[in-house]
C-alpha cells in the first residue's frame, strides 16, 4: 500500500496570505490527523477528521481550518498567515481514530 | 489531559551497544496505547513501536523493545546492538478516547539518540 502523501512538500509565503495543505491517506484509512511541529513548542494537535466531520480539535485559533472528503483526503487551510506559523505540518492517518497513526513526510511552511 | 515527558533532550551510544530512552506519561483514560516514533534528518515520522496498555507483555520489534511499567506510568524503549542508521529523534507518545471519539497522540519533547561509529 502507499504511504500517506502530502503536497505541496515546501511553501513560502508572507504575512496575511493564506495557505491550503493536502494530505492523502493510506487507502481504506477514514481517520486523518494533523500536528503541527516547531522547536519552541513541539509538537501540536490541531485537528483529527473522520468520515468527513471533524471530531476533535486542538487550541488553535480560528485562522487554522479543515476538512476532509468523501475519499477520505485532506486539507487545512492557514489564513492571514503570521510568522510564527512557519512549521512542519504533519499529516498522519489511521484505520478508524483508536490505532497507529502513520505519518506522511510534512510539508514545511516557511512565512515571512 | 494527557501528559507525555521525557527527561533525557539528548543521547549518545556507540554502535553495537545498547542505550535505554526514558518515557514517562499521565492519563486517566483506562484504554490507551503508547508509542515510540522516530524522526531522522529528513523529518519523516516512523513508528519503532507500539503497546497496548490492556497488555502486561512487553513489546518487541527485533533490536527494539520497551518497558511497560503500567503502575508506575513508566515507558522506557530499549534499542540493542545501536546502528548508525539509528541516529535519530525520538518522540514518546500516548494516544486515548477521552470524552467520545476524542483520538489525538499527546508526544513528548523527544531524545535526540546520536550513535557514535
Known amino acids: 500500500k502507499a504511504g500517506v502523501t502530502q503536497t505541496p512538500r515546501y511553501l513560502i509565503k508572507t504575512r496575511g496570505q493564506q495557505v491550503t495543505l493536502s494530505c492523502s491517506p493510506i487507502?481504506?484509512?477514514?481517520?486523518v490527523s494533523w500536528y503541527q511541529q516547531t522547536p519552541g513548542q513541539g509538537l501540536q494537535f490541531l485537528f483529527e477528521?473522520?468520515?468527513?466531520?471533524?471530531?476533535n480539535k486542538g487550541n488553535f485559533p480560528g485562522r487554522f481550518s479543515g476538512r476532509q472528503f468523501s475519499n477520505s483526503r485532506s486539507e487545512m487551510n492557514v489564513s492571514t498567515l503570521e510568522l510564527g506559523d512557519s512549521a512542519l505540518y504533519l499529516c498522519?492517518?489511521?484505520?478508524?481514530?483508536?490505532?497507529?497513526?502513520?505519518f506522511g513526510p510534512g510539508t514545511r511552511l516557511l512565512v515571512l | 489531559a494527557q501528559t507525555v515527558t521525557q527527561s533525557q533532550p539528548e543521547m549518545s551510544v556507540q554502535e553495537a551497544e545498547t542505550v535505554t530512552l526514558s518515557c514517562t506519561y499521565d492519563?486517566?483514560?483506562?484504554?490507551?496505547?503508547l508509542f515510540w516514533y522516530k524522526q531522522p534528518p529528513s523529518r519523516q515520522m516512523i513508528l519503532v513501536i507500539r503497546?497496548?496498555?490492556?497488555?502486561?507483555q512487553n513489546a518487541t520489534e527485533n533490536r527494539f523493545s520497551v518497558n511497560f511499567q503500567k503502575a508506575a506510568k513508566s515507558f522506557s524503549l530499549k534499542i540493542s546492538d545501536s546502528q548508525l542508521g539509528d541516529t535519530a529523534m525520538y518522540f514518546c507518545?500516548?494516544?486515548?478516547?477521552?470524552?467520545?471519539?476524542?483520538?489525538?497522540?499527546?508526544f513528548g519533547k523527544g531524545t535526540l539518540l546520536t550513535v557514535n561509529p
Open positions: 477528521y473522520f468520515s468527513e466531520t471533524q471530531r
Open positions: 492519563t486517566s483514560e483506562s484504554n490507551y496505547y
Open positions: 487507502s481504506g484509512h477514514r481517520s
Open positions: 507518545a500516548s494516544l486515548s478516547n477521552s470524552g467520545g471519539s476524542n483520538y489525538k497522540l499527546t
Open positions: 503497546q497496548e496498555a490492556y497488555k502486561q
Open positions: 498522519a492517518s489511521s484505520f478508524q481514530g483508536m490505532e497507529t497513526q502513520y
